[in-house]
């Protein structure tokens, strides 16, 4: 069976920056406000680039780093809960605008879990055998779901997209172990309504939902704190591996006290988790790719290094990859 190891990572995000002191010149906030609920200082608004662009981007630098064309991409697996359309997907796009003629191409929805769900489809594909060389990318223009009037939810979010390149490989670990999870019971906790059910023989008066992200904050905070926590152990005891030899925790960057306290109630030191939420926010899919990338090209990311990813989203979905890093990667 041919492991399934990254080869290249990419990343991307819109130029224009947003600060809490910006958001507070339209918004009843401050920068004291959100960044002692969030640690978020700052978050990058695309002012027309769409979730597509992001992506193409991401996937461009990913491919550059990995030294292979686009043409001998067997897939692309795009998350996102934000996409350009319903139809075409994302990936279909950027699979267009790489040139990736002979790639299968498809989106994959699971909100703020979605590079994890994305990384582990694509390393059942790679060490099956079925395919090779697949582009993995999380991509999010959550500035358009978002209601700019609400300080609840428009101070936490943020565009931009991060992609890897998946490879087989007969040396190295790479990906191995993998948990995902969901509970639909909690479905109400964070919610993005799509279109509303409307045809002739539905009734005139019923009710047309806002397309905006609502959430309940205290049942997510709580869902991501203990997902956290018991996905992390369960890795950890699964894979035989004591917390020293973890040498990274790259989670879904959603809020730094959500990290802090799992990683107190871990018994985990924080500085082995990678935080950035205070320059990008919650990008929800795009996340753990930008953390990723950047400690990578960074040349935080050693040969051998064990690195837990881990992410948490409406749905609600949950999920964790243990990853070995394989090679040494140009930081560029």
Excluded at 123 to 141: D, K, M
Excluded at 290 to 307: S, T
């Amino acid at each position: 069976m041919s492991h399934a190891v990254i080869i290249g990572t990419g990343s991307y995000v819109p130029d224009n920056t947003v600060t809490n002191d910006d958001l507070a010149a339209f918004v009843d906030t401050s920068d004291e406000w959100i960044f002692s609920r969030t640690g978020i200082k700052q978050r990058h608004i695309s002012t027309g680039e769409d979730t597509s662009d992001l992506a193409y981007k991401a996937s461009k630098r990913a491919l550059e780093q990995a030294h292979i064309p686009a043409s001998e991409l067997d897939m692309i697996i795009c998350a996102t809960i934000t996409p350009d359309y319903f139809m075409p997907s994302v990936a279909c796009i950027v699979q267009h605008r790489l040139g990736a003629s002979k790639a299968a191409a498809f989106d994959l929805a699971a909100a703020c879990t979605g590079f994890v769900y994305a990384l582990a489809v694509a390393a059942s594909f790679v060490q099956s055998g079925l395919y090779r060389n697949i582009l993995v990318v999380g991509a999010e223009t959550l500035s358009k779901s978002v209601d700019w009037s609400d300080r609840s939810t428009c101070v936490l979010f943020g565009d931009g997209a991060g992609a890897a390149i998946i490879s087989a490989s007969e040396r190295g670990n790479g990906i191995g172990t993998i948990r995902l999870a969901s509970d639909g019971s909690r479905r109400d906790c964070l919610l993005l309504p799509a279109l509303p059910l409307s045809n002739p023989y539905t009734r005139a008066d019923r009710e047309r939902n806002c397309s905006y992200i609502s959430m309940k904050g205290q049942e997510v905070f709580k869902f991501a704190v203990r997902t956290m926590v018991d996905m992390i152990s369960d890795i950890m005891k699964e894979a035989e591996l004591a917390q020293e030899e973890i040498s990274h925790v790259i989670a879904h960057q959603a809020n730094y006290r959500i990290i802090e306290q799992a990683a107190r109630a871990l018994d985990m030191p924080i500085e082995k988790f990678y935080v950035n939420i205070d320059k990008y926010a919650n990008t929800s899919a795009a996340t753990i790719g930008i953390a990723l990338d950047e400690m990578n090209r960074q040349g935080r990311l050693r040969p051998g290094d064990k690195i837990i990813l881990i992410g948490f989203g409406g749905g609600m979905t949950s999920g964790a990859i243990l990853l070995e890093w394989s090679q040494n990667i140009i930081q560029k």
